[in-house]
């Protein structure tokens, strides 16, 4: 391999899909209508295959690349997309379906928080645990241990057993730990989000101190600034599959391009969607993300224009009807921004059909993805009713930067919790059907 560490060839992993839902109990019934089926089933296969309790899902398919030692490789793809999957097999947590791996070196990971951590230790007895699942002796693990402690921030903690430890703090042993140890490949998962900005800052440094001293990095992340400030070379994925292996700048690139074409016709026509809640007065029944030249997409620079158009059903003759728009951080799970108009103040009777377009005309938030809800209801004085909710519309929203922090001026990453950002209406169109 000379300097290659990491050698990855045809590499799958496929897991099995159940459709059935399970009961909570089998009766003597079931287990007769089962042995019916299987007995079917050997008389005509075909009964089998066309309503199957189960389904193949590759999660990775056919991913080949070699990584040499001193890389720092950003593996970059949208949720879903085998990143997490790739890091598994990496770490030896999972084996692969198909295909081989072969690593020189030794491995520390960190890919969920708490991993290799026991919660009844504390934190000094996790650290020798830790220290001694990643290969390292006793002795090895003293000489470092005061730099751990004084990385992790947690010299008040030590003795104290993790499990009462907040995320963050888990995060800092653990990321400490793994970084101090010596390994010859560190690889690191999208855990880092939990903490602080200053923490992620301090991390990004070590990784990139780590790579200087000839070791070899992997970080997952769907932070595009760290990425490009930390990584020489991008992997992108989508779908399991490897799209492209390329200097950073142009993987960062080759993904913006991927996410800003793609199609949403299969989830904007949402008069079937089931992820759908609300009496049923009003409903949506298309949903478009739109670019300010009017161009379907759900990737963003920071500062773009972004227009949500829909198109609206009335099902019962109504006095005022209200739109609203909700973005959710796909890593911290926290609203940041929400917005609601009054779609028309005139009585909608049944049948009307409304075109309706809401423009963000900055959507100047942190960098990363955003689950996408949408409300449909009456006015709040009064009696609240809620007509029509869209949860959690797929693909997620993407927000981006190819810009420093200097040209910024500010980081991104800091730009959490809830936003005030403008928003208006910039069209009604009420028809009657």
């Not at 590499?11 to 839902?21: A, E, N, T």
């Not at 070699?66 to 770490?91: C, E, F, P, W, Y």
């Not at 890919?111 to 934190?123: A, C, N, S, W």
């Amino acid at each position: 391999m000379s300097d290659t560490v990491i050698r990855v060839e045809n590499l799958g992993k496929k897991y099995i899909i159940g459709h059935q839902q399970q009961e909570r109990y089998t009766a003597l019934r079931d287990v007769i209508t089962n042995k019916v089926k299987s007995l079917g089933s050997l008389i005509n296969p075909k009964a089998k295959s066309e309503n199957p309790a189960f389904e193949e899902f590759w999660a990775l398919k056919d991913v080949s690349f070699d990584i040499k030692q001193g890389d720092r490789v950003g593996i970059i793809g949208r949720n879903g997309a085998g990143k997490s999957t790739l890091l598994k097999i990496l770490s030896r947590i999972t084996e692969p379906t198909t295909g081989s791996i072969k690593i020189k070196g030794r491995v520390a990971s960190l890919l969920e928080v708490g991993t290799g951590f026991h919660p009844e230790l504390t934190g000094r007895e996790n650290i020798f645990l830790n220290g001694a699942i990643l290969g390292m002796g006793k002795e090895e693990i003293k000489r470092k241990f005061d730099e751990i402690v004084a990385f992790a921030e947690v010299e008040k903690f030590l003795d104290t057993p993790v499990k009462r430890y907040s995320s963050g703090m888990y995060v800092r042993l653990a990321f400490a730990v793994a970084a101090h140890l010596e390994p010859e490949i560190l690889i690191v998962d999208e855990v880092l989000a939990v903490g602080d900005a200053q923490f992620q800052k301090k991390c990004l440094g070590k990784m990139e101190d780590v790579g200087k001293e000839g070791r070899t990095v992997l970080f997952v992340s769907h932070n595009i600034s760290a990425i490009k400030a930390l990584c020489q070379r991008g992997l992108v994925f989508r779908s399991g599959q490897l799209l492209t292996d390329e200097m950073i700048m142009d993987a960062v690139s080759s993904y913006h391009y991927e996410i800003s074409n793609l199609k949403i016709s299969a989830n904007t026509e949402v008069g079937n969607y089931q992820n759908r809640r609300g009496i049923g007065s009003a409903r949506f029944i298309d949903i478009q993300v739109q670019n300010s030249k009017g161009e379907k997409t759900f990737s963003f620079q920071m500062g773009d224009t972004v227009i949500f158009a829909f198109s609206l059903e009335i099902f019962e003759n109504l006095n005022d009807l209200y739109v609203g728009v909700s973005l959710k951080s796909s890593i911290t799970e926290e609203f940041v921004t929400s917005t609601i108009h009054e779609v028309t103040n005139k009585q909608l009777r049944k049948s009307n059909k409304i075109s309706i377009a809401i423009e963000f005309p900055d959507i100047n938030i942190r960098t990363g993805d955003y689950k996408l809800y949408f409300l449909l209801r009456n006015n709040l004085e009064g009696k609240e009713l809620t007509y029509d909710v869209i949860d959690d519309l797929t693909p997620p929203l993407n927000i981006y930067t190819n810009k420093t922090i200097r040209e910024l001026g500010y980081n991104p990453v800091q730009r959490v919790g809830f936003f005030d950002i403008s928003s208006r209406i910039i069209y009604t169109e009420d028809n009657d059907v």
